[in-house]
């Protein structure tokens, strides 16, 4: 199932506006405040160039059952957050080296359905910060 622009926007249970994401997404202005939540294992949702002003949150919407109870949830999907290669993601004080490229992820050991991390750029930051997060999210070493 693709990521179609303008894809079906709905409520999660908190009321915030989401988009399901099934594979791997580049995200856009258009992206901007709405919940991209990854449904399918290990996606990488690919921030835009940071001369994109928008905030975007990238939550784990876990991976459904294929047979079992509607709605029941097998395991976290645990997405990768990428920035382009000559952009960083500030903040968090988490491992690994804060620098150009660096992805951000759960790590597999502490991944939970409904973790997530709400990233920010201005046009007065000069690029990504970490504004809110769900989970313990660790950067690429």
């Known amino acids: 199932m693709a990521n179609p622009a303008f894809s079906t926007r709905y409520r999660l249970p908190d ?9 791997a997404k580049t995200l856009a202005a ?11 294992a290990s996606v990488t949702v690919t921030l835009p160039a940071t001369a994109t ?3 975007w ?9 294929t047979s079992g109870p509607a709605g029941a949830i097998v395991t976290p999907s645990n997405p990768t957050v990428d920035p382009n290669a000559s952009d960083t993601v500030a903040g968090l004080n988490v491992e690994g080296t804060e620098a150009d490229g660096k992805y951000l992820k759960v790590s597999a050991s502490n991944a939970r359905f409904g973790d997530e ?6 046009p007065t930051n000069g690029g ?3 504004r809110a997060v769900l989970g313990d999210w660790e950067r690429e070493a």
Do not use: M, P, W
């Open 57 to 65: 949150t990238i939550r784990d919407g876990g991976v459904k059952a």
């Open 15 to 23: 009321g915030r506006l989401a988009v399901n994401v099934t594979e």
């Open 30 to 40: 258009e992206d901007s405040g709405l919940v991209q939540n990854v449904t399918v």
């Open 117 to 122: 991390i709400t990233i920010t750029n201005g």
């Open 128 to 130: 990504y910060i970490s």
């Open 53 to 55: 002003v928008g905030t």
